[in-house]
């Protein structure tokens, strides 16, 4: 087999689309913020318990990459999965009432914030085991490949995935078997309250992908455009057969771990100074730039995005909870009698 | 005897009592000369046959031919796409059996023991036991894993050990442990068609028992336990490689005018209590053999189950004979006194008998 060496993005492909598409992109942003938004609010008020973790600041890495994907495709996600799930386009209802543990909701309430489902978007899930996603996504792809199918797995996992012999393991088996898998490494900078320096000898992650043989690049996890150019590329790529890919998407992000975490491990002007590259900030001046975008679109977006989101919390309110009785269904599949 | 042992007719014979075709071609003197591996090694050809989703991945189970051979020839006649030799990566193989078998595939994983499966018991625990319920029945696992598991061969203490007890606390999987021919031929099929993930312990020094086999032997049911040998005088519960040390007990029990019942538990998980308490109920005495250490073993969770439901018709405690509390050793002295022996349960045997 051919090892192929590490490669930087140096050839722009144009991103496919026009103004209309780059505002879809600005308004998918929007939504996964205001939705998380909401939930922190829900928070507080208790009617979302357990572990909340926030994808916000990173909304242009799932929303960029998840145009890339085809409905033959799969995801595989993390703990930290509203953005991807958003982005695939798992129902924004059935997302709330799993927050609100609700029958109705994606995994019937049995999964939560940290194990969102939906197998009719082929949304693998939701794994709260740093790193644990990396071989179901191995074989998600091992499975296309043997069928000869043109699926794409897209595995999203964080810096500290890096740390997981599951990673190694599985960039390895990936790279040996040439399965059709996009890795997408979402560097935020801290595994938890860890920074990537203090827990990684080598923190340049995408060297690190490239010594297994597979492409490998770094892409500004701030711009959805350079995301989605970059998601083009590489799934491009292993759809054609290229192997195993994969992008460090180099992003940040702007709260807490969860809601439990007071935020003691990382300057306050560290986070400003961030902010002032907020995804959703820098797509909206780029298309008002161009004249792509009014302030009237721009209310018009949140209105709606406020409707749905609105409707989402009236539904999961009223929605029914599982009864107890069934407490210890789906522990195993009904068997034949 | 109690006045209530007396009064319920001991001595009848077991009216659930299940023989297998094995049994019964092996009484017949009818049937093919085989080992266990042979055995093994058929079911997971005619796997491979009867269904296309149907594949093999481990470690050195291709080229080497498996670490007990039991996959022996597979490669050269499946080829490399469905016989997939792994990197030693326990946790990736596992887990991607389990991604194939979400997407459809029919994964057969085979770890080389289970001392090694813990290095893909995130895998095992947190994915594939979870995934069903975690998803709302969304995503089934239909996985199987196949591992060696047990002592008696002076491999000491990181090669023969028996977790499979561990395995068999994790609501989600299914544990099954082929002690006879007819089981470790007939098992893995039924295995492959539940949608659910199962775990098959084959015990290591099982691989070479010989045996006849019906060629026609069929799937094996993983929902209930076996009566091995009838019996009226106690139960000896037993599994996987203590098995065989159990019916040579029950043998010298015999001599002895001692009529000992042997279970053959043959599924650890869900365990099929009805099978056990009818037995106890008829005996009032019960040995349960474990080649796992004692404390918080499956004997345990076989103790509780008879003292929960069968108490008022036990005579004697409930005795288990269990491996010593020791890492497997490996001098073959000192690991075969770790080890449950025949003598043991035996003696075992007439403490319960009185």
């Not at chain 1, 140096?10 to 205001?34: C, F, I, K, N, Y």
């Not at chain 1, 989101?309 to 029914?320: F, L, M, R, V």
Request: with cysteine; glycine share 10%; aromatic share 6%.
């Amino acid at each position: 087999m051919t090892r192929r060496p590490q490669q930087t993005a140096t050839t722009a492909e144009p991103v496919s689309g026009d103004a209309a598409h780059r505002r879809e992109l600005l308004r998918e942003m929007v939504r996964v913020r205001r939705f998380e938004e909401r939930c922190v609010e829900l928070y507080s008020a208790a009617k979302i318990r357990g572990f909340l973790h926030l994808y916000i600041g990173e909304e242009a890495v799932a929303v960029g990459v998840c145009q890339a994907l085809t409905p033959a495709d799969s995801i595989v996600s993390t703990y930290r999965e509203h953005g991807h799930a958003l982005a695939r386009g798992v129902g924004m209802d059935s997302l709330m009432a799993e927050m609100y543990g609700k029958v109705t909701g994606c995994s019937g309430g049995r999964g939560g914030s940290m194990h969102l489902f939906d197998v009719s978007h082929r949304f693998y899930g939701g794994n709260a085991i740093v790193g644990g996603g990396l071989p179901l996504a191995a074989g998600l792809a091992l499975a296309d490949r043997m069928r000869g199918t043109s699926g794409v797995t897209a595995c999203f996992f964080g810096d500290g995935a890096v740390a997981e012999g599951e990673f190694h393991e599985c960039m390895n088996l990936a790279a040996l078997w040439d399965l059709p898998l996009l890795f997408c490494c979402e560097n935020n900078l801290y595994a938890m309250g860890t920074a990537l320096d203090r827990a990684q000898a080598e923190t340049d992650l995408a060297a690190r992908a490239g010594s297994y043989g597979m492409v490998a690049w770094a892409v500004d996890g701030m711009d959805v455009i350079a995301v989605e150019h970059a998601a083009r590329r590489g799934a491009g790529a292993v759809r054609a057969g290229g192997g195993p890919h994969f992008l460090e998407l180099r992003t940040y992000r702007f709260r807490a771990h969860s809601m439990y975490d007071p935020d003691r491990y990382r300057d306050k002007s560290e986070v400003e100074r961030w902010k002032t590259r907020d995804p959703i900030d820098a797509l909206a001046a780029q298309l008002k730039q161009h004249n792509e975008i009014t302030d009237d679109d721009l209310e018009a977006i949140e209105n709606e995005i406020a409707a749905e989101i609105t409707d989402a919390i009236e539904a999961a309110e009223a929605a029914a909870i599982e009864p107890v009785e069934d407490l210890t269904r789906f522990v195993y599949s009904p068997r034949p009698s | 005897m109690t006045a209530r042992a007396a009064a319920s007719g001991a001595g009848a014979r077991p009216a659930t009592a299940r023989t297998t075709k094995a049994a019964e071609a092996s009484a017949a003197g009818s049937g093919q000369q085989v080992t266990y591996r042979e055995a093994m090694r058929e079911a997971l050809r005619e796997a491979l046959i009867r269904d296309e989703r149907v594949f093999i991945m481990g470690e050195d189970i291709g080229r080497y031919g498996g670490c007990y051979a039991v996959t022996l020839g597979l490669l050269e006649e499946f080829g490399p796409g469905r016989i997939r030799d792994t990197p030693l990566s326990e946790s990736a193989f596992v887990g991607a059996g389990i991604g194939a078998a979400l997407a459809g595939m029919r994964p057969i994983v085979e770890i080389m023991t289970v001392n090694f499966s813990l290095l893909a018991l995130d895998q095992i625990l947190n994915n594939a036991a979870t995934l069903l319920h975690m998803s709302g029945g969304q995503l089934n696992v239909p996985l199987v894993i196949r591992m060696t598991t047990g002592a008696g061969r002076q491999v000491a203490a990181q090669h023969s050990h028996s977790l499979e007890g561990w395995y068999a606390h994790i609501p989600g999987l299914r544990i099954v442990a082929p002690a006879t021919l007819a089981d470790a031929r007939g098992m893995l099929w039924t295995a492959l068609e539940d949608p659910d993930p199962v775990l098959i312990f084959e015990h290591g020094a099982l691989y070479n028992m010989p045996g006849l086999l019906d060629p026609a032997a069929g799937p094996a049911d993983i929902d209930t336990a076996a009566v091995r040998r009838p019996g009226r005088d106690l139960t000896i519960v037993a599994y996987g490689g203590t098995l065989a040390k159990a019916l040579t007990a029950a043998d010298q029990l015999s001599a002895d005018g001692v009529a000992a019942e042997v279970i053959d538990l043959r599924t650890l998980r869900p365990l099929d209590d009805a099978t056990i308490l009818e037995s106890v109920r008829r005996t009032h005495r019960v040995v349960i053999v474990d080649e796992g250490w004692r404390s918080g073993s499956l004997s345990a969770e076989v103790c509780a189950r008879i003292t929960e439901q069968a108490f008022y018709d036990l005579d004697a405690p409930v005795e288990r004979v269990c491996t010593a509390e020791v890492p497997i050793p490996y001098a073959q002295h000192l690991e075969e006194a770790a080890l449950p022996q025949p003598a043991g349960i035996v003696a075992a045997a007439r403490r319960a008998a009185g």
